[in-house]
């Protein structure tokens, strides 16, 4: 299959070489002129895992502008806030047979691809795969070959054929994908998760294994949990999991299959790049005050993150 890969970050690299390795045509479209520079200066992207085995593999970059292919599927793998940028340089290679693509973190993007692509055409999903840039043209997947997990669900919640060959395109990958036919639920699940572990682990700078090792971790997750599973309540979306479940999902996550992660969005706090945070806490919190719930919790976590950007900014 042929794929633009818009955003050659940390995932946008990720899945892209996976996807190339697996026997796809991929090209990668980005816009960072410090990692467009270095991958041509250097005729690929140094790829390692957990700091291993670290090698040159060739890789298409080129800008918005410039990409000339006709993809069968647009994979985007941007920052929340940049996706509009992004969408707005690429339009001009959309069509109305190409499938839009994103396991992206946080909510806001599936409306933003919606003004581009039709509902039919649209697959989200999230990604349970923890992977760092080390700066540009360097990446480490962590993680064994064919670690980690990926959900993937169509916004009409019909699996077509493109969605069954997209599938197995991943499964090729060892990119553990599993199909499902509850979008907005699916989506949600990961936000919730998000809400709890990147946003705390990002205000106290610490690993998943550290913020799961604290004794009072049950409490502070159960708190988040619970507000933001009364706001789903409200607004009449049905999670993936139980709270019970989600509850022991993030500690198995952050005890024993990531325990020495830092979670992306802290990534963007020391780099003093914006988070996503309005997109994970913020949303539930919206989308809290649209159904008349105050999720105090997650508007005051929200408040915090940016209270430490502008802390950072001020250094
Ligand atoms: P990323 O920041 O690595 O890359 C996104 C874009 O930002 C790319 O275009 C990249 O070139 C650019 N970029 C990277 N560093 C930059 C810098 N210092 N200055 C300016 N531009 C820069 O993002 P990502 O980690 O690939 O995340 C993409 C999406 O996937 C997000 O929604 C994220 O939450 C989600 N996600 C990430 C992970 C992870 O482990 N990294 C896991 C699951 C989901």
């Known amino acids: 299959m042929e ?16 996807l190339q390795e697996a026997g796809n045509d991929v090209t990668f479209v980005d816009t960072w002129q410090p990692n467009l520079d270095k991958v041509h ?6 790829v390692s895992r957990d700091g291993q085995d670290r090698h040159l593999v060739p890789v298409k970059l080129v800008t918005p502008e410039t990409y000339q292919g006709d993809p069968d599927v ?13 969408l707005k340089r690429c339009a001009h ?22 003004q581009y692509f039709a509902d039919d055409k649209i697959i989200a999903g999230t990604a349970l795969i923890a992977t ?9 997947f962590m993680g064994k070959r064919g670690a980690g997990k990926m959900n993937m669900a169509n916004l009409t919640e019909k699996p077509d054929e493109m969605t069954h060959r997209l599938f197995d395109e991943f499964k090729k990958a060892q990119m553990n994908p599993t199909l499902t036919t509850n979008f907005k639920g699916t989506l949600m699940t990961k936000v919730i998760f998000n809400s709890v572990m990147n946003t705390l682990c ?3 700078e610490m690993q998943m294994g550290e913020y799961g090792n604290f004794d009072k971790a049950y409490d502070l997750s159960r708190q988040l949990i619970d507000e933001a599973y009364d706001v789903c309540e409200r ?10 479940e989600e509850l022991h999902a993030l500690d198995y996550n952050c005890r024993v299959t990531m325990p020495l992660h830092y979670p992306s969005m802290y990534q963007d706090m020391v780099h003093d790049r914006p988070t996503e945070v309005d997109y994970i806490n913020g949303y539930i919190a919206k989308l809290g005050a ?17 209270l430490s950007e502008y802390h950072r900014a001020n250094l």
Do not use: W
Not at 74 to 86: D, P, R
């Open 74 to 86: 647009v994979i985007f793998f941007t920052k929340q806030m940049q996706l509009a940028g992004f």
């Open 202 to 204: 990002t205000l106290f």
């Open 235 to 244: 607004a009449g979306i049905t999670l993936v999991s139980t709270r019970d």
């Open 93 to 114: 290679f959309f069509n109305d047979k190409q499938y839009a693509f994103t396991c992206m973190n946080g909510m806001g993007h599936v409306e933003k691809l919606q």
């Open 132 to 140: 760092v840039l080390n700066g540009p043209g360097d990446v480490d």
């Open 41 to 46: 200066q250097q005729g690929g992207v140094y």
């Open 3 to 18: 794929f633009a890969m818009v955003g050659a970050g940390a995932m946008g690299l990720r899945y892209g070489v996976l």
């Open 290 to 306: 649209k159904y008349h719930y105050d999720a105090k919790t997650h508007v005051f976590l929200t408040n915090l993150v940016h």
